[in-house]
């Protein structure tokens, strides 16, 4: 299958600026990649669906004025993450599917709000 | 309310021995399983998966099992090796059901724990 390239692995702000992450897929031209968030000691928990070319789908609960994904290309999808606060902080790891390798995800990203 | 439930969060197993994880789902419309494992700060490995017409899926050292009445699937490795330490995810997607590119509900994890 086609491999997931995570951009940073890890990351420290402060409070109130912009993180932006970046997911790439090599290999694999996809249409739709999955962003999820991971707290310590809890599941990985989906947070937005984004689809090349329009707008991202987001689960409930996730603010998309606070998550923003762009997903430009078949190959890129970034999240940024707007005015981030401590209880931002967390690992965020993006995934695409595909028919015959079904779910291959990135290597994840720690963001750290101080 | 979580739909994937692992109700352990550690297992300790001896070497060569199996491990069995377990994991519980509640949504009915699930008819995809996976298992993925995962190190800190990486990305989940995938493991093995099952539809739900099966009960059961093997390859080399894992196998799945679905009850699909009790909703309940378990992930046995056999013989337990140092390696195979590290968080287990329990996993589950309505394939099938219509749900398209839905993404994967995950379960809380176990962490694995292989002692010489």
């Known amino acids: 299958g086609a491999v997931v390239s995570q951009h940073p692995s890890w990351v420290i702000c402060k409070s109130g600026t912009s993180v932006k992450i970046e997911c790439r897929s090599l290999?694999?031209?996809?249409?739709?990649m999955f962003w999820y968030r991971q707290f310590p000691k809890q599941s990985l928990m989906l947070m937005a669906t984004s689809n090349e070319g329009s707008k991202a789908t987001y689960e409930q609960g996730v603010e998309k004025d606070k998550f923003l994904i762009n997903h430009a290309s078949l190959t890129l999808s970034t999240l940024t993450v707007t005015s981030a606060h401590p209880e931002d902080s967390s690992f965020y790891i993006c995934?695409?599917?595909?028919?015959?390798?079904?779910?291959?995800f990135g290597s994840g990203t720690r963001l750290t709000v101080v | 309310d979580q739909q994937v439930k692992q109700n352990s969060p550690s297992l300790s197993v001896q070497e060569g021995r199996i491990s069995i994880l377990n994991c519980d789902y509640t949504n009915s419309m699930f008819d995809y399983f996976l298992w993925y494992k995962k190190y800190p700060a990486e990305g989940p490995t995938f493991l093995i998966s099952i539809s739900s017409i099966k009960d059961k899926n093997e390859d080399g050292r894992f196998t799945v099992f679905l009850n699909k009445s009790a909703k309940h699937l378990s992930l046995h490795i056999v013989p337990s090796q140092p390696g195979d330490s590290a968080v287990y995810f329990c996993?589950?997607?309505?394939?099938?059901?219509?749900?398209?590119?839905?993404?994967?509900?995950f379960g809380k994890g176990t962490h694995l724990i292989i002692q010489p």
């Open positions: 996993a589950a997607e309505s394939m099938y059901s219509g749900g398209g590119a839905d993404g994967l509900t």
């Open positions: 995934s695409i599917k595909q028919d015959n390798y079904g779910y291959t």
């Open positions: 290999d694999f031209q996809a249409t739709t």
